[in-house]
């Protein structure tokens, strides 16, 4: 089956983007497909390339970029409220990439189920 | 091509978004709007309903200038331009506030929450912020 | 006192919580979505009315102009503006914000 | 139909809004601080137990593990992991999230 | 010299935390608790208060591997070594929860909603979070 | 009297942030003094100098930098938490410094009045 994610929080400060990750995992290991990962709201500071969470703690910007590498998931960051909380280019993590809304209705159109993970 | 589920050649589906938090306290109104208007591009089948203190999100007379924040209310009027004409608010979510329709800035079909059960049930996509 | 409260009584239970710890001659000051608390006949009206007596309670007037429900208030709740706000926390230490 | 509920019921009012819209034969999948909805002896406990005739409901364990409450789960709620989540979300079509 | 009011050179003030929200959904029961330890150097007057989902905190047995985050309730245990020694959980929240203090991992005083009004009011600095 | 604040929640995410602007712009007009604006949790995301918010809204990362400028309010971003969210003096915007939590203390010690805003 095919799946597609909103996440609407930043990372570490609620458990959305925690959860989102874990549910992305376990849906790939049991053989469905996540076409794309979509952030909005605050959910756009999860693809900050400059996080740096203590040695002892999970790093949420990491591991998406490794879901995108091994997995090639797609990981779209809204451009309107990336701009509007300061990620750009210069500071967006690999595997990211910054566009429009409209992939989010995409996601919407051609998954078969799509999961929002938020506060 | 007398089809209502297909577009040119896309597949027509049903999106919901629902609006369940009062606005300006959080972004999550505004920006939800933002979705909505883009969705209008993409012919779907589009219902945005309110319940719970998104009720509060049409109210008439939004006037913001005091927190020095954008007034969107306005967009919800211009959402009919956008062929989004399906706007559903809760009427048990309009009681327990005291409300009624002529509260509200924009034509609304009212209906309970049994309906708007249904209503959610048959959808393709929900989203919620 | 003061005690501020940010969120709507019908999406959280910080105004609640909040009456049932403030005591005689504490002031409440509703803000933000917490001005939907300053609202008359909703669910909530009865539980702010019953504190009215012995605790003031205010609203931030911008924040219900916002909202669009100024003429909602209820009668007894005194509406500030931001300088008002000011005032209240100047005089009522210490200030407990109900997030 | 899959609803899911990642707020406790003491802090705001999701998961009694969702079991008002839930209707029979749809799952309530309860995550993140949610789970707390899922607990037996709470205030909410009956509003729960009161839909879990004609409601599935369930709870990610990992969350309950986590707040160290999983002893304390409602007999009848069925614990999923984040398996059983997908799982859920597969066959229960549409999904939806009540932030 | 006699006086408790002062450490050297400064002013003890009464310093409130109040955790009103569950462990882990959020960061905000971690991140008070970095406060916590800091101002514990500081030599003030600090109470932790435990009211309504806050004192889910507590409780024993937390086991976070599941989910993947840091399991900070061992922290708890440790603020006695930091002379954090007030440690007051409320009883209608108990109560409300069918909890008590055996549920909990660190020895704290019960008070009434009452009695925690009382605190909160004799205070310098109330943080929430 | 002299004001302290605490900024528990990022721009236009929450109105947190404004608020506490708000209460801050007519505490100054007043008399009252602002010793410190602490930024905690994802209020960190304040001093973000990437930030672009549509021109019709309102700049917030700039207002708090204007008032550091005309008033002297001094801007304190927790370093903890802005290593966790992706502040660093690489994005921070003008008129914040980053330090410690020991910073929000001593402002309450400091100051007749701590104000909290948040979520």
Redesign the interface.
Request: glycine share 10%.
């Given at each position: 089956?095919k799946?597609a994610i909103?996440v609407?929080e930043?990372?570490?400060?609620?458990?959305?983007a925690?959860?989102a990750y874990?549910?992305t995992?376990?849906?790939l290991?049991?053989g469905?497909s996540i076409d794309r990962i979509f952030f909005?709201?605050?959910g756009v500071?999860n693809s900050?390339?400059?996080?740096?969470?203590?040695q002892?703690?999970?790093n949420i910007?990491e591991r998406w970029t490794k879901l995108a590498d091994e997995h090639g998931v797609d990981l779209v960051v809204c451009v309107?409220?990336a701009?509007?909380?300061?990620?750009?280019d210069?500071?967006l993590a690999k595997g990211f990439r910054i566009s429009?809304?409209?992939q989010?209705?995409?996601a919407?159109?051609q998954a078969?189920?799509?999961?929002?993970?938020?506060? | 091509m007398s089809d209502e589920m297909m577009d040119e050649g896309g597949v027509v589906k049903k999106f919901m978004y629902v609006n369940r938090k009062a606005p300006h306290g959080t972004i999550y109104a505004l920006e939800s709007l933002e979705v909505v208007l883009i969705a209008a591009a993409f012919d779907q089948d589009v219902s945005l309903v309110f319940v719970d203190d998104g009720v509060y999100q049409l109210m008439k007379e939004q006037k913001t200038d005091g927190i020095e924040v954008k007034n969107f209310s306005p967009t919800y009027r211009a959402l009919e331009m956008y062929d989004i004409e399906k706007l559903y608010v809760e009427k048990e979510s309009l009681d327990a506030r005291g409300l009624t329709t002529d509260d509200l800035l924009v034509p609304v079909e009212v209906m309970s929450a049994a309906e708007m059960a249904d209503l959610m049930a048959q959808q393709d996509v929900v989203l919620s912020f | 006192m003061l005690h501020t409260v940010n969120k709507s009584p019908f999406e959280r239970n910080a105004l609640k919580s909040c009456l049932e710890h403030a005591r005689d001659g504490d002031v409440v000051l509703l803000i933000e979505d917490g001005v939907i608390g300053a609202l008359d006949n909703t669910e909530f009206t009865a539980m702010v009315k019953a504190k009215m007596g012995t605790v003031k309670i205010c609203a931030l007037a911008p924040d219900l102009e916002a909202r669009g429900v100024s003429s909602k208030a209820l009668a007894g709740i005194e509406l500030v503006d931001f300088g008002g706000f000011v005032d209240l926390a100047a005089e009522n230490g210490p200030v407990q914000a109900w997030l």
């Open positions: 089956m799946f909103l609407n930043g990372p570490y400060q609620h458990q959305a925690d959860t874990l549910f995992r376990s849906a290991e049991k469905h909005y709201h605050d500071n900050s390339s400059l996080t740096e969470p203590p002892d703690d999970r910007v309107a409220a701009l509007r909380r300061g990620i750009k210069d500071n429009g809304l409209g989010l209705i995409e919407g159109i078969d189920r799509l999961m929002v993970f938020g506060d | - | -």
